[in-house]
């Protein structure tokens, strides 16, 4: 599942950390600051605010309603870049973007990311499934154009890079598609990449891949090397570990009952305790949610442009696009760094 989602009860928090002081930063809200807050998503093109709202909770957790209130108020605070994927509830996802897009009139206003390779109907990266995929995904989304295509290289096919970004060639120039982006590839695979590229193939120019205070070896190491030097936009998922880092889930759950306890269960070690005590630290300091300083550190790594998210309300989504309006300073970031060795 892509991106990190904010635990649920997230208003006490956000009474508890309402800035009461003049000098305590001001967190990015409302469209007059929001709308001007916009970074470059690497060599695509696109202008994109640097948070980008994830769809791995529409139709599953969350069911249309709330799902529309939640992409209303990302709007609101300046928004405009959603992320989803062709298997996301079965493509319930997408369905419920597209609806949304149509009933506000925003689909021009919006870059729409779709991540491919999963979806039952069309797996893998094969030629014809990929264009199958793509076709599925724009026909749920209700739109004629995906502007970021992420490959899902873990769809667990041995189809050949070359086939397929010769696949993404031909739907780059057909207009359905306007940049391709990577998941799961490899620093190799990623460095032939680049020698297709120079060959006539279409650049990856955006990379999605876990990443998180708790979770940086994938990324961490030659991935990151090879990102930096092809100047790629780092676009990472899981941004909050399942919603770990949110800090609304402190203890274990007597019974674990659902996939979300496992997975929060897995960051409830001293690590992670310790980590979460650094971050409350930090946001008592700077009168912000949890959820905002974990966003903040990701914003933090130069190489990062904009972290995928999810949320279960708006006011999960109040919390986290204060994080783009927090600057951490060094000894923030090494109080952190600490504690999350």
């Not at 799902?67 to 605070?77: F, K, N, T």
């Amino acid at each position: 599942m892509s991106g990190s989602s904010v635990g649920r009860p997230a208003t006490a928090s956000l009474r508890r950390f309402r800035p009461s002081h003049p000098s305590a930063p001001i967190p990015v809200q409302g469209p007059a600051i929001g709308e001007a807050v916009r970074v470059a998503l690497g060599e695509t093109g696109l202008n994109v605010f640097p948070l980008i709202l994830g769809g791995a909770e529409f139709g599953w957790n969350v069911d249309v309603e709330a799902s529309h209130g939640i992409l209303d108020r990302y709007v609101e605070l300046g928004g405009n870049i959603v992320h989803t994927a062709d298997n996301f509830s079965a493509g319930r996802s997408e369905h419920i973007i597209g609806q949304w897009m149509r009933s506000r009139g925003t689909r021009d206003a919006m870059v729409v990311a779709v991540r491919i390779g999963r979806h039952p109907d069309n797996p893998g990266l094969g030629s014809v499934n990929l264009v199958r995929a793509v076709e599925a995904s724009l026909h749920r989304l209700g739109t004629d154009r995906i502007d970021v295509l992420y490959l899902d290289a873990k769809a667990g096919d041995a189809v050949s890079l070359e086939d397929t970004l010769a696949t993404g060639e031909w739907l780059v120039e057909s207009g359905k598609v306007g940049a391709v982006a990577a998941y799961g590839y490899t620093a190799s695979q990623l460095v032939e990449a680049r020698i297709l590229a120079s060959a006539g193939y279409p650049r990856i120019t955006v990379l999605d891949v876990p990443y998180n205070l708790l979770r940086r070896e994938e990324f961490d190491g030659d991935l990151r090397l090879v990102a930096g030097a092809q100047s790629m936009a780092v676009t990472p998922s899981h941004a909050l570990e399942h919603g770990f880092l949110a800090g609304a889930q402190r203890r274990r759950a007597r019974e674990v009952r659902t996939v979300r306890d496992a997975q929060l269960a897995a960051s409830l070690t001293r690590r992670g305790s310790r980590t979460l005590r650094a971050l409350d630290g930090v946001a008592e300091e700077l009168c912000v949610p949890v959820a905002a300083v974990s966003i903040a550190w990701l914003l933090a790594q130069r190489i990062v442009v904009a972290p995928i998210v999810n949320a279960f309300a708006p006011e999960h989504v109040e919390e986290l696009v204060q994080g783009v309006g927090v600057r951490l300073s060094r000894g923030h970031l090494s109080d952190i760094a600490r504690a999350s060795a």
